[in-house]
């Protein structure tokens, strides 16, 4: 994504100053009628949250909440709501990958709801996991509330492996990670071309699904920004490790190859049902927890495990990362606090109960979290994988930009095959100059 540039944010902020100066204060909060709700999920998460709207609204006939479906073109695209608050058309709730909130707090796109928070729960803050808090907070106030989180591993087709000479047992969590190179050496001999030499089943493909830079990047050991000095550090040699090793990956595939393939099995917009491990066409990748309540209801006779993401040496600790989403109060709702009162409990205890249980997410409500009655055998491997979890750097003004940045550096690296440190030393100088803006 290329828009999101500092003159754009600060653009946008001008723009929101001027539109509503002054603010408003509670008193000029309009009472009743609907709460607006825009929502970005699909498919079963869509599903889930339709339940968690009706089931507020069951209980609260005064103000009802009404959700609408609005699907970004990225992660990081925000281009529906940033386009609607401009024109004072946005919603009253908005469902925003948390990562992100910070930067759209600092461009001046979301509510501040301290106050409103303060009136509801005073003691909410204390509610939630750590690390999500932070990631709606900007400048000593709260611009949202966390709802889900999420862990990340390696799942694999027991099938495949075995059809390929690979015993599964390999992969165990039993016996831990495995290696970087363990892992080529099983998905090499799972991959298959066709007589016109295209790939019909592959092993692995590093970029797939949650397979971004910054798995890699944190798997590798590195570290993308240094917050105390207010550095983009995407430079960090053991970053510039894990690209490496992602291009020499695609290097040995075929760049162009593996494009194709991807762009045969998994096109945009694709069904779930249609996910290339759903249909057997990829025996490994890196996914999340949520992949549990997908696979049970589009593939539920697939054979298939999950394990620690591979390591670069034996004896390394796997880790993984967690993220998630929030909800907000974009800038201009006249309900402010009706909306509010709607997020505390679809980011509360209830709401995140059904939502951890019905979509296999992780919840961030730390009562929901440490009750291990709200998850599965299954779930119970990714809620452990949270102990050794790191996540994207939290208080960034600029982390829509360096998402954008490390994703264009990947392609740049491994379907171009450019050198990793100068793709990383380009993005981070855009970045840093993006960020200096900020200071």
């Given at each position: 994504m290329k828009r999101s540039i500092v003159f754009v944010s600060l653009l946008f902020v001008l723009c929101v100053s001027m539109v509503f100066a002054g603010g408003r204060s509670q008193s000029q909060q309009t009472a009743g009628g609907k709460v607006v709700f825009w929502d970005t999920m699909t498919g079963l998460q869509g599903e889930c949250i339709q339940r968690i709207v009706d089931a507020y609204n069951a209980t609260n006939p005064a103000v009802q909440v009404e959700r609408t479906v609005v699907v970004p073109s990225s992660t990081s695209d925000s281009s529906q709501l940033l386009t609607a608050v401009r024109s004072g058309t946005g919603p009253d709730v908005y469902y925003m990958n948390r990562p992100f909130a910070t930067q759209r707090a600092g461009d001046g796109a979301l509510e501040d709801i301290t106050s409103y928070l303060a009136k509801i729960d005073p003691n909410i803050a204390g509610k939630y996991m750590d690390f999500a808090w932070k990631e709606v907070q900007y400048k000593g106030k709260t611009y949202g509330l966390p709802f889900d989180t999420d862990s990340r591993a390696l799942f694999y087709n027991k099938t495949l492996l075995r059809e390929a000479g690979v015993?599964?047992?390999?992969?165990?969590?039993?016996?831990?990670?495995?290696?970087?190179?363990?892992?080529?050496?099983?998905?090499?001999?799972?991959?298959?071309?066709?007589?016109?030499g295209r790939y019909t089943r592959v092993g692995f493909i590093p970029t797939y699904s949650q397979g971004w830079l910054f798995t890699w990047g944190f798997i590798y050991g590195?570290?993308?920004?240094?917050?105390?000095?207010?550095?983009?550090?995407?430079?960090?040699?053991?970053?510039?490790s894990a690209l490496t090793w992602m291009k020499d990956w695609f290097r040995d595939m075929g760049p162009m190859d593996v494009q194709n393939f991807l762009s045969t099995y998994e096109p945009p917009n694709n069904p779930p049902q249609q996910s290339p491990f759903y249909l057997e066409k990829i025996a490994m990748f890196i996914g999340g927890d949520w992949e549990l309540a997908s696979l049970a209801e589009y593939a539920p006779n697939l054979d298939y495990g999950y394990t620690y993401i591979p390591v670069p040496n034996r004896g390394d600790k796997s880790t993984t990362w967690a993220a998630g989403f929030s909800m907000v109060v974009p800038t201009g709702s006249k309900r402010i606090e009706a909306a509010v009162r709607f997020m505390t409990y679809a980011c509360g205890a209830e709401g995140q109960k059904r939502y951890t249980v019905e979509t296999t997410h992780l919840p961030t409500y730390r009562t929901i979290m440490e009750d291990s009655g709200n998850f599965d055998t299954g779930h119970q491997f990714f809620r452990t994988l949270m102990n050794n979890a790191t996540s994207l750097p939290s208080q960034v003004p600029v982390n829509v930009q360096l998402w954008d940045a490390m994703a264009q550096a990947q392609y740049e690296a491994t379907i171009e095959q450019k050198d990793p440190l100068t793709v990383l030393r380009e993005a981070e100088n855009k970045v840093q100059a993006d960020y200096n803006q900020y200071r």
């Open positions: 015993d599964p047992a390999i992969l165990d969590p039993a016996n831990g990670p495995i290696t970087l190179a363990q892992l080529k050496e099983i998905a090499f001999k799972v991959n298959q071309k066709d007589a016109q590195g570290s993308f920004v240094d917050i105390n000095a207010n550095k983009i550090t995407a430079t960090d040699p053991k970053i510039v």
